[in-house]
C-alpha cells in the first residue's frame, strides 16, 4: 500500500507492488535514488525490484538463502544495491 502525505495522509488506491513473500517478516522496502524503482527482500531470499510507475516487476533475483530482510539503494551511485539476510551476510549488488 502507498500513502500520500500532505495536510493528511491519503491511500493511492493505484499502486500495489504485489509478488513477494513477507508474511511473517518486516522486510525493508526501499525507492532508488531517481524515484523510478521500488524495492524489497522477501521470505524466500529474493531481491524484488518493481517499477514505480506501472507497478510492474521490473527484476527479482535470488540475494540470500534464507529471508533477505533489507534492502537499500546507494545513495550516489543509483546502480548499487546492498541487502542483507538472515544467513548472516551483508551482499553488495551492481
Not at 500500500?1 to 518486516?26: E, M, Q
Amino acid at each position: 500500500l502507498v500513502y500520500a502525505t500532505g495536510d493528511r495522509f491519503k491511500l493511492n488506491k493505484k499502486k500495489h507492488f504485489v509478488g513477494h513473500t513477507i508474511a511473517g517478516y518486516a522486510c525493508q522496502v526501499g525507492v532508488s535514488p531517481d524515484m523510478k524503482y521500488v524495492i524489497s527482500g522477501d521470505g524466500d531470499g529474493r531481491l524484488w525490484l518493481w517499477d514505480w510507475k506501472s507497478t510492474k516487476v521490473y527484476r527479482k533475483l535470488k540475494a540470500h538463502d534464507g529471508v533477505c530482510i533489507g534492502a537499500v539503494w546507494h545513495p550516489l551511485e543509483p546502480s548499487k544495491v546492498a541487502t542483507c539476510g538472515w544467513d548472516g551476510l551483508i551482499k553488495f549488488w551492481d
